[in-house]
C-alpha cells in the first residue's frame, strides 16, 4: 500500500498549514481512498542541531579509541550546580568530524528508529549525556560510521535548532489502501489530484508533457539509443509495450548516495535508499507513477529489442534468482555482447536477455561501482502481460505493482527528464541531447455518456451541468452542446478504467459525494411466513441447542489432506468433489463432500485452544458431483439468460443435500454434588442423531454398520427409513481419526442427511393428542438374542409386537435400559432388557391386557430373531 508523507504531497498540492495525517485521512477517504495506517514520526522527543565546541581522542584499553566531546545545543546545554550553563559531554566512536563541526544529536528523552531510547549514561569513564548521530542512526540511509555534519549536506542552522524539522524526521506519513481500478493513486501525483477533489485545493500537475518541472530537460525526440518494438504474440490482440522512451547519461557518479532529501522522503515512503541512479528512479516513481529502469550502458549494446520469450530463454534477475521463461513473458534484450558468444544465437536481434519487462531488471546489465554511463528506460507495458508475468515468476515488484493496475502512456518522456535532471544535479555528467521516443500508443477512449444515467442509476437529481462539471474536473473532455441529451467523454491517459458509461457514473457519483446519496429502503411485501423446510430446519436447531450442542458455521472449503485426516478410502465417493477454479487458499481448492470434516476441523480448533468439553453441531450444505454432469455453459455479461441457458446452468451444478452433522468430545455429564460425571460415548452421537428424526417426526431404523470411515468398525450405527434408505451414520470415531485430529479419546459423532428426513416425514400436520387421565401399567421383559443382533432392530420388533395386542397401540415409551453379556446367558448371546410403559385413554388397563401386550412384543421378537426371555 502506498505511503504519503504530507511534506512529499505539498510539492503537487496546497495543504493547509498544521494538516496532520489524520487530517489527510478524512479528506481522502471522501473520495474513496481509505486509511490503512498512520506511522508516526520516526523520531520523538529531543533531537537538535549541536556545534562540537572540544573534541578529545582517548585509546581505550581494548585498543579502540573514543571522543570525548563537549556539544553546544543552545538553550538546552548542561545546567551546573551554581546556575550556569556548558556545553553537554558526549562519548562518540565516529572519527569523521572535527571542533566547529554542526552535527546532529539526541539528547536523553529521545527516541530513534528501532526504537532505541536515548539517555543518559556511563561509559568509557564518563558520563555521556546523549549521542552525536549518524545517517543510519537517524534512518535517513545506510551510513553508521559517519557522523553528519549538516555543512556537508548543503544545511545551516543555529545549536539548539530543532533537527527533526530540519531533516523531515518529525512527519507523519499515511498509508492507504488503493482499489485496483485506481492505480495512478501509487503516486504522489495521483493522491495529489484526488486530495484536490476532495477539498477543492490548488491541484499542479507535475507529470504533463511539454511541462518543465524541477528544470527536467523535456527535449523534442530523435535519434538516440536505437529500441525495436517486436511483440509478435500479443495477449488478446494488445500489443506488450506501446511505448519506449530511452536517453543516455555519461560520466554520472552512479554509485554515489543521493542527496539526504531523497533518502528521507524514500525511507518515509517505505524504501531503502541505495545509490543515486536507483535512488532516483524509485523517486521518481513514486512521485509520478511510472516505473523506470537504469542500465549500464557498458554492457547493453545496440538496439534494445522488445520481444516474448523464445524456448530456451533465461535470465537472472536482480534478485539473484535463475529464472526459466515461458513464451508469454515479455523480454527487454539487446544484442550478444560479443561476435562468438556462447549460446549459440551469435548475431541474432534480441538474443540476450536484460529483463523482465515492466517486472524486474536482470543482473547482467545492472548499476555497479564503476558504473558512469547510463542508459535511462521508461515505457509503457500492458497490464495483463505484465500481470501474468509477475504472477508466473511469483515476483511482485513495485514496477509491476503499478504496470498491472495502468500507467499513464504520457508519462515516460516526462520521467526520464525528470531522472536525468535529478542524475545531472546530482551526480555530474551530462546527458545526451538525442532522446528515444517509440510511441505507438492509441488515442484515449471516447465514450458516450446518456446526460441523464448518472441520474437514473445513481438516484440523486445530477443536473447536466454537474455532469459536465464533474468529468472535467477528473480530466475528461466532454464535447457537445449543453443541452444535449448524449455527450462524448474522451478520459484522461492516466484513467484507463474508464471504458463504459457507468465507469464515469460511478467517478460522479463519487466525487459529488456518497453521503448525497439517499437510503431508501424497498418496501418489503407481504410474506407468507416460512417454508415447512426452513421452520423443520430451525426446529432441529433448537432441539440441538436444548439439548447442550453448540451451533457453528464452517467454510465449505476443504482439502485432500483433510480427506487422508479422515481415513477415507481411495475409492470412497466422498473424495470426488467440486474443484475450485479460484480458491480462498491452495490449500483448501475443493467443496465439501460431508459436512463431518469442516465440523471436525472447528472441533479440533476450539480443543487446540483448550476447550476439550465439547457439543457442537452445523446445519450445512454439502457438493456431490455425479459423473457424466454436463459442463456449465459460459454466458456473456450484460445479457439475461435465456430459459434454456437458465436450464443447462441447472443441470450443470451438482447436487447439494442439506446435511446435520455433530460432535461430542470430554465430558458429557460433569461431575458435582449429585454424583460422578459422564464421557460423552457412541449412545450419544446415536441419541442426537435421533433427535433430528424426531423432531422432523420421521421413523428410522437403527442398524450395526460393518465399517464406514471415519467412525470406529465396532461403535457405529446406520440409520435409515423404514424401505431401507440410508439417512446417516452416528457412533464413534476411529482411533486413527481421533490421534489424526489431536481430539479427546473417544471422541463420538454424527452425520444425517436432513433433505431424507424431510422426504420421510409425514405430510400432514402433527395432531395433538389428548393427555390420558388413566393410571400407567408398567412392564420389563428382557430377552436373550444372539450377540449379532442390534438393539435397534431388537427394540424395533418389540415395538411392533406390542402394538399388534388386542388391546390395540397402548405403548405410551419403550426404551432399552439394560445390556448382558456374560456367563449367565451363554457365549456368544447377549441380553436385552426393555421398559414398557402401558396406557389407554379411555380405561384403566387390567392384568390381563398388559400381559397379553408383553407376551405379543415376545412373540414377535422370537419370530424376527428367536428371542427368548431370561430366565
Same mark, same amino acid.
Request: net charge negative; hydrophobic share 45%; aromatic share 4%.
Given at each position: 500500500?502506498?505511503?504519503?508523507?504530507? *511534506?512529499?504531497?505539498?510539492?503537487?498540492?496546497?495543504?493547509?498549514?498544521?494538516?496532520?495525517?489524520?487530517? #489527510?485521512?478524512?479528506?481522502?477517504?471522501? @473520495?474513496?481512498?481509505?486509511? $490503512?495506517?498512520?506511522?508516526?514520526?520516526?523520531?520523538?522527543?529531543?533531537?537538535?542541531?549541536?556545534?562540537?565546541?572540544?573534541?578529545?581522542?582517548?585509546?581505550?584499553?581494548?585498543?579502540?579509541?573514543?571522543?570525548?566531546?563537549?556539544?553546544?545545543?543552545?538553550?538546552?546545554?548542561? @545546567?551546573?550546580?551554581?546556575?550556569?550553563?556548558?556545553?553537554?559531554?558526549?562519548?562518540?566512536? &565516529?572519527?569523521? !568530524?572535527?571542533?566547529?563541526?554542526?552535527?546532529?544529536?539526541?539528547?536523553?528523552?529521545?527516541?530513534?528508529?528501532?526504537? !532505541?531510547?536515548?539517555?543518559?549514561?556511563?561509559?568509557?569513564?564518563?558520563?555521556?549525556?546523549?549521542?552525536?548521530?549518524?545517517?543510519?542512526?537517524?534512518?535517513?540511509?545506510?551510513?553508521?560510521?559517519?557522523?553528519? /555534519?549538516?555543512?556537508?549536506?548543503?544545511?545551516?542552522?543555529?545549536?539548539?535548532?530543532?533537527?527533526?524539522?530540519?531533516?523531515?524526521?518529525?512527519?507523519?506519513?499515511?498509508?492507504?489502501?488503493?482499489?485496483?481500478?485506481?492505480?495512478?493513486? !501509487?503516486?504522489?501525483?495521483?493522491?495529489?489530484?484526488?486530495?484536490?477533489?476532495?477539498?477543492?485545493?490548488? !491541484?499542479?500537475?507535475?507529470?504533463?508533457?511539454?511541462?518543465?518541472?524541477?528544470?527536467?530537460?523535456?527535449?523534442?525526440?530523435?535519434?538516440?539509443?536505437?529500441?525495436?518494438?517486436?511483440?509478435?504474440?500479443?495477449?488478446?490482440?494488445?500489443?506488450?509495450?506501446?511505448? %519506449?522512451?530511452?536517453?543516455?547519461?555519461?560520466?554520472?557518479?552512479?554509485?554515489?548516495?543521493?542527496?539526504?532529501?531523497?533518502?528521507?522522503?524514500?525511507?518515509?515512503?517505505?524504501?531503502?535508499?541505495?545509490?543515486?541512479?536507483?535512488?532516483?528512479?524509485?523517486?521518481?516513481?513514486?512521485?509520478?507513477?511510472?516505473?523506470?529502469?537504469?542500465?549500464?550502458?557498458?554492457?547493453? @549494446?545496440?538496439?534494445?529489442?522488445?520481444?516474448?520469450?523464445?524456448? =530456451?530463454?533465461?535470465?537472472?534477475?536482480?534478485?539473484?534468482?535463475?529464472?526459466?521463461?515461458?513464451?508469454?513473458?515479455?523480454?527487454?534484450?539487446?544484442?550478444?555482447?560479443?561476435?562468438?558468444?556462447?549460446?549459440?544465437?551469435?548475431?541474432?536481434?534480441?538474443?540476450?536477455?536484460?529483463?523482465?519487462?515492466?517486472?524486474?531488471?536482470?543482473?547482467?546489465?545492472?548499476?555497479?561501482?564503476?558504473?558512469?554511463?547510463?542508459?535511462?528506460?521508461?515505457?509503457?507495458?500492458?497490464? /495483463?502481460?505484465?500481470?501474468?508475468?509477475?504472477?508466473?515468476?511469483?515476483?511482485?515488484?513495485?514496477?509491476?505493482?503499478? %504496470?498491472?493496475?495502468?500507467?499513464?502512456?504520457?508519462?515516460?518522456?516526462?520521467?526520464?527528464?525528470?531522472?536525468?535532471? #535529478?542524475?545531472?544535479?546530482?551526480?555530474?555528467?551530462?546527458?545526451?541531447?538525442?532522446? *528515444?521516443?517509440?510511441?505507438?500508443?492509441?488515442?484515449?477512449?471516447?465514450?458516450?455518456?446518456?446526460?441523464?444515467?448518472?441520474?437514473?442509476?445513481?438516484?440523486?437529481?445530477?443536473?447536466?451541468?454537474? /455532469?459536465?462539471?464533474?468529468?472535467?474536473?477528473?480530466?475528461?473532455?466532454?464535447?457537445?452542446?449543453?443541452?444535449?441529451?448524449?455527450?462524448?467523454?474522451?478520459?484522461?491517459?492516466?484513467?484507463?478504467?474508464?471504458?463504459?458509461?457507468?465507469?464515469?457514473?460511478?467517478?460522479?457519483?463519487?466525487?459529488?459525494?456518497?453521503?448525497?446519496?439517499?437510503?431508501?429502503?424497498?418496501?418489503?411485501?407481504?410474506?407468507?411466513?416460512?417454508?415447512?423446510?426452513?421452520?423443520?430446519?430451525?426446529?432441529?436447531?433448537?432441539?440441538?441447542?436444548?439439548?447442550?450442542?453448540?451451533? @457453528?458455521?464452517?467454510?465449505?472449503?476443504?482439502?485432500?489432506?483433510?480427506?487422508?485426516?479422515?481415513?477415507?478410502?481411495?475409492?470412497?465417493?466422498?473424495?470426488?468433489?467440486?474443484?475450485?477454479?479460484?480458491?480462498?487458499?491452495?490449500?483448501?481448492?475443493?467443496?465439501? *463432500?460431508?459436512?463431518?470434516?469442516?465440523?471436525?476441523?472447528?472441533?479440533?480448533?476450539?480443543?487446540?485452544?483448550?476447550? *476439550?468439553?465439547?457439543?457442537?453441531?452445523?446445519?450445512?450444505?454439502?457438493?456431490?458431483?455425479?459423473?457424466?454432469?454436463?459442463?456449465?455453459?459460459?454466458?456473456?455479461?450484460?445479457?439475461?439468460?435465456? $430459459?434454456?441457458?437458465?436450464?443447462?446452468?441447472?443441470?450443470?451444478?451438482?447436487?447439494?443435500?442439506?446435511?446435520?452433522?455433530?460432535?461430542?468430545?470430554?465430558?458429557?455429564?460433569? &461431575?458435582?454434588?449429585?454424583?460422578?460425571?459422564?464421557?460423552?460415548?457412541?449412545?450419544?452421537?446415536? +441419541?442426537?442423531?435421533?433427535?433430528?428424526?424426531?423432531?422432523?417426526?420421521?421413523?428410522?431404523?437403527?442398524?450395526?454398520?460393518?465399517?464406514?470411515?471415519?467412525?470406529?468398525?465396532?461403535?457405529?450405527?446406520?440409520?435409515?427409513?423404514?424401505?431401507?434408505?440410508?439417512?446417516?451414520?452416528?457412533?464413534?470415531?476411529?482411533?486413527?481419526?481421533?490421534?489424526?485430529? &489431536?481430539?479427546?479419546?473417544?471422541?463420538?459423532?454424527?452425520?444425517?442427511?436432513?433433505? /431424507?428426513?424431510?422426504?420421510?416425514?409425514?405430510?400432514?400436520?402433527?395432531?395433538?393428542?389428548?393427555?390420558?387421565?388413566?393410571?400407567?401399567?408398567?412392564?420389563?421383559?428382557?430377552?436373550?438374542?444372539?450377540?449379532?443382533?442390534?438393539?435397534?432392530?431388537?427394540?424395533?420388533?418389540?415395538?411392533?409386537? +406390542?402394538?399388534?395386542?388386542?388391546?390395540?397401540?397402548?405403548?405410551?415409551?419403550?426404551?432399552?435400559?439394560?445390556?448382558?453379556?456374560?456367563? =449367565?446367558?451363554?457365549?456368544?448371546?447377549?441380553?436385552?432388557?426393555?421398559? #414398557?410403559?402401558?396406557?389407554?385413554?379411555?380405561?384403566?388397563?387390567?392384568?390381563?391386557?398388559?400381559?397379553?401386550?408383553?407376551?405379543?412384543?415376545?412373540?414377535?421378537?422370537?419370530?424376527?430373531?428367536?428371542?427368548?426371555?431370561? &430366565?
Amino acid at each position: 500500500m502506498p505511503r504519503i508523507p504530507l *511534506t512529499w504531497l505539498a510539492d503537487h498540492v496546497e495543504l493547509p498549514a498544521g494538516t496532520t495525517a489524520e487530517h #489527510l485521512a478524512a479528506d481522502l477517504v471522501r @473520495v474513496g481512498l481509505e486509511e $490503512e495506517a498512520i506511522h508516526p514520526a520516526a523520531v520523538t522527543g529531543p533531537l537538535v542541531i549541536g556545534q562540537v565546541v572540544e573534541c578529545t581522542p582517548e585509546e581505550q584499553t581494548n585498543g579502540k579509541t573514543i571522543n570525548w566531546c563537549r556539544v553546544d545545543v543552545g538553550p538546552l546545554n548542561e @545546567v551546573t550546580p551554581d546556575g550556569s550553563s556548558r556545553p553537554r559531554g558526549i562519548v562518540c566512536g &565516529a572519527h569523521n !568530524f572535527g571542533v566547529g563541526d554542526r552535527v546532529v544529536v539526541a539528547l536523553p528523552g529521545a527516541v530513534l528508529p528501532g526504537p !532505541f531510547p536515548i539517555a543518559s549514561r556511563k561509559t568509557y569513564g564518563h558520563v555521556s549525556d546523549g549521542m552525536i548521530c549518524s545517517a543510519r542512526e537517524l534512518g535517513l540511509g545506510e551510513d553508521h560510521d559517519g557522523i553528519i /555534519v549538516i555543512s556537508r549536506l548543503g544545511l545551516d542552522a543555529e545549536p539548539g535548532t530543532d533537527a527533526r524539522a530540519l531533516l523531515g524526521l518529525g512527519d507523519e506519513v499515511l498509508e492507504i489502501n488503493v482499489t485496483p481500478d485506481r492505480g495512478y493513486c !501509487f503516486s504522489m501525483r495521483g493522491v495529489a489530484r484526488e486530495y484536490g477533489h476532495s477539498t477543492g485545493a490548488v !491541484f499542479t500537475d507535475r507529470g504533463l508533457p511539454g511541462l518543465d518541472p524541477d528544470g527536467a530537460d523535456v527535449r523534442p525526440a530523435g535519434g538516440g539509443f536505437g529500441v525495436e518494438l517486436a511483440d509478435d504474440a500479443p495477449i488478446d490482440g494488445r500489443a506488450g509495450c506501446d511505448r %519506449f522512451v530511452a536517453q543516455v547519461v555519461r560520466g554520472v557518479a552512479a554509485s554515489g548516495p543521493s542527496p539526504v532529501w531523497m533518502q528521507r522522503r524514500l525511507t518515509q515512503a517505505g524504501m531503502r535508499p541505495i545509490s543515486l541512479a536507483v535512488d532516483v528512479t524509485n523517486y521518481v516513481m513514486l512521485d509520478l507513477g511510472q516505473p523506470l529502469h537504469a542500465y549500464d550502458l557498458g554492457q547493453v @549494446v545496440e538496439p534494445i529489442v522488445v520481444r516474448r520469450a523464445r524456448p =530456451q530463454d533465461r535470465l537472472r534477475t536482480l534478485d539473484g534468482v535463475d529464472r526459466r521463461l515461458l513464451e508469454q513473458d515479455l523480454l527487454i534484450t539487446d544484442s550478444p555482447a560479443s561476435p562468438a558468444g556462447p549460446d549459440g544465437r551469435d548475431g541474432v536481434v534480441g538474443s540476450r536477455v536484460l529483463g523482465l519487462a515492466g517486472v524486474m531488471g536482470g543482473a547482467e546489465s545492472e548499476i555497479t561501482t564503476v558504473t558512469t554511463d547510463l542508459l535511462i528506460e521508461a515505457a509503457h507495458f500492458d497490464p /495483463v502481460s505484465v500481470a501474468r508475468t509477475a504472477r508466473r515468476h511469483k515476483l511482485p515488484s513495485e514496477a509491476a505493482r503499478r %504496470f498491472e493496475r495502468g500507467v499513464d502512456p504520457q508519462l515516460p518522456r516526462v520521467a526520464v527528464a525528470r531522472v536525468v535532471a #535529478l542524475l545531472l544535479e546530482h551526480g555530474g555528467g551530462q546527458a545526451d541531447s538525442a532522446v *528515444t521516443d517509440v510511441d505507438r500508443t492509441a488515442q484515449p477512449a471516447v465514450v458516450s455518456l446518456p446526460v441523464e444515467l448518472p441520474a437514473r442509476l445513481v438516484g440523486v437529481d445530477y443536473s447536466a451541468a454537474q /455532469v459536465r462539471e464533474t468529468l472535467e474536473e477528473i480530466g475528461c473532455q466532454v464535447s457537445g452542446p449543453p443541452d444535449a441529451g448524449v455527450v462524448d467523454v474522451s478520459v484522461p491517459s492516466w484513467r484507463p478504467d474508464l471504458t463504459r458509461p457507468v465507469d464515469l457514473v460511478e467517478e460522479i457519483a463519487r466525487l459529488r459525494g456518497y453521503d448525497a446519496i439517499p437510503s431508501v429502503l424497498p418496501t418489503a411485501p407481504a410474506g407468507r411466513g416460512l417454508t415447512d423446510g426452513q421452520r423443520a430446519r430451525r426446529s432441529v436447531a433448537w432441539a440441538l441447542a436444548g439439548a447442550g450442542f453448540v451451533e @457453528v458455521l464452517t467454510y465449505p472449503f476443504v482439502g485432500a489432506h483433510q480427506h487422508d485426516e479422515l481415513a477415507l478410502p481411495a475409492d470412497d465417493v466422498r473424495r470426488r468433489a467440486v474443484r475450485l477454479l479460484n480458491p480462498l487458499s491452495d490449500e483448501q481448492p475443493e467443496m465439501r *463432500t460431508n459436512l463431518l470434516v469442516t465440523l471436525l476441523d472447528a472441533a479440533r480448533r476450539n480443543v487446540a485452544r483448550g476447550t *476439550t468439553d465439547l457439543a457442537v453441531f452445523e446445519i450445512g450444505l454439502v457438493t456431490r458431483p455425479v459423473d457424466g454432469a454436463p459442463a456449465a455453459p459460459r454466458l456473456p455479461g450484460a445479457v439475461r439468460p435465456s $430459459e434454456q441457458d437458465l436450464a443447462r446452468l441447472a443441470a450443470a451444478v451438482p447436487p447439494q443435500p442439506r446435511r446435520v452433522a455433530g460432535v461430542l468430545t470430554g465430558v458429557r455429564e460433569p &461431575a458435582g454434588w449429585w454424583g460422578p460425571g459422564r464421557r460423552a460415548d457412541h449412545t450419544d452421537a446415536i +441419541a442426537a442423531a435421533l433427535l433430528v428424526a424426531r423432531t422432523v417426526r420421521a421413523d428410522v431404523v437403527v442398524a450395526r454398520d460393518a465399517d464406514h470411515a471415519p467412525w470406529h468398525p465396532g461403535r457405529t450405527a446406520r440409520l435409515q427409513t423404514a424401505d431401507g434408505t440410508l439417512v446417516g451414520h452416528a457412533g464413534e470415531l476411529h482411533p486413527k481419526v481421533v490421534a489424526a485430529l &489431536a481430539l479427546p479419546a473417544r471422541a463420538v459423532a454424527f452425520e444425517v442427511d436432513l433433505d /431424507v428426513l424431510l422426504a420421510a416425514a409425514p405430510s400432514e400436520p402433527l395432531q395433538a393428542r389428548p393427555v390420558s387421565g388413566f393410571p400407567v401399567a408398567k412392564e420389563d421383559i428382557a430377552l436373550v438374542v444372539d450377540a449379532g443382533v442390534s438393539a435397534g432392530e431388537l427394540l424395533e420388533a418389540v415395538r411392533v409386537g +406390542a402394538s399388534a395386542s388386542a388391546a390395540g397401540d397402548i405403548v405410551e415409551e419403550l426404551r432399552l435400559f439394560d445390556v448382558y453379556t456374560g456367563s =449367565q446367558v451363554g457365549a456368544g448371546k447377549k441380553s436385552l432388557a426393555f421398559s #414398557l410403559r402401558l396406557r389407554a385413554g379411555d380405561r384403566t388397563l387390567t392384568a390381563a391386557e398388559a400381559a397379553d401386550v408383553r407376551e405379543c412384543a415376545v412373540a414377535e421378537a422370537n419370530r424376527r430373531f428367536g428371542a427368548v426371555l431370561r &430366565a
